[in-house]
């Protein structure tokens, strides 16, 4: 998805290239379809796919924690707006996001097969998520620089629906890494001083 849709928005991209994937035409310019809006809605169905992990730990009966559930049930509702609202941004976040579950979901099927990764491996996957978003974050202000200086930017109302998303996602990330790798720093450091 990833790839696929990095090369249609290099491909369909109107010139100038580097400004679409940020900023679409306000006032319907841009339609939801063709190679790009393909991939969106590939990507949408994948998170409903997604859905099927949080079933899977359930009838496993191991916990789910509060940013799995949080995740899975919300971003559905945010890929489908990126497609009602033809958001802006909607290219650079289905590349970022689904580049880094690349890396995600290599990281866990790889474990799953047996291969044993020192723990910072674990930890730099969840590294790259908080990354993702502080860069979406910087993606929004060259979104929000074009839409206040160049005329607008299409899908306003999806991306502000996105932006809190992202905002709750990244103080999640950042509890979860705190709690997961902060708390095993300080056990090693206290272990090594005793």
């Known amino acids: 998805m990833a790839a696929g849709c990095a090369v249609s928005t290099y491909a369909t991209a109107p010139p100038p290239r580097w400004r679409?994937?940020?900023?679409?035409?306000?006032?319907?310019?841009?339609?939801a379809n063709g190679p790009v809006f393909f991939w969106a809605h590939v990507f949408y169905l994948s998170k409903v796919y997604?859905?099927?992990?949080?079933?899977?730990?359930?009838?496993?009966?191991?916990?789910?924690?509060?940013?799995?559930v949080y995740h899975h049930a919300?971003?559905?509702?945010?890929?489908?707006?990126?497609?009602a609202t033809r958001q802006s941004l909607l290219p650079v976040?289905?590349?970022?996001?689904?580049?880094?579950?690349?890396?995600?979901?290599?990281?866990?099927?790889?474990?799953?097969?047996g291969w044993?990764?020192?723990?910072?491996?674990?930890?730099?996957v969840t590294e790259l998520q908080i990354v993702q978003f502080l860069f979406s974050f910087a993606a929004s202000v060259v979104m929000l620089w074009l839409h206040f200086t160049d005329g607008g930017c299409e899908g306003?109302?999806?991306?502000?629906?996105?932006?809190?998303?992202?905002?709750?996602l990244l103080a999640l990330f950042l509890d979860f890494h705190g709690a997961?790798?902060?708390?095993?720093?300080?056990k090693k450091a206290r272990d090594k001083a005793e």
């Open 50 to 68: 997604e859905l099927g992990d949080t079933l899977l730990i359930l009838l496993a009966r191991r916990p789910l924690t509060l940013l799995h």
């Open 116 to 124: 044993r990764w020192p723990r910072r491996w674990k930890r730099a």
């Open 74 to 83: 919300v971003v559905i509702a945010m890929c489908y707006l990126w497609l």
């Open 156 to 168: 306003m109302a999806g991306w502000v629906f996105n932006a809190v998303f992202n905002a709750s």
């Open 20 to 31: 679409w994937p940020f900023c679409f035409p306000p006032g319907g310019a841009t339609e």
């Open 180 to 186: 997961a790798y902060a708390a095993a720093k300080g």
């Open 93 to 113: 976040a289905l590349v970022t996001n689904a580049g880094v579950h690349v890396v995600m979901y290599a990281y866990y099927f790889s474990c799953s097969v």
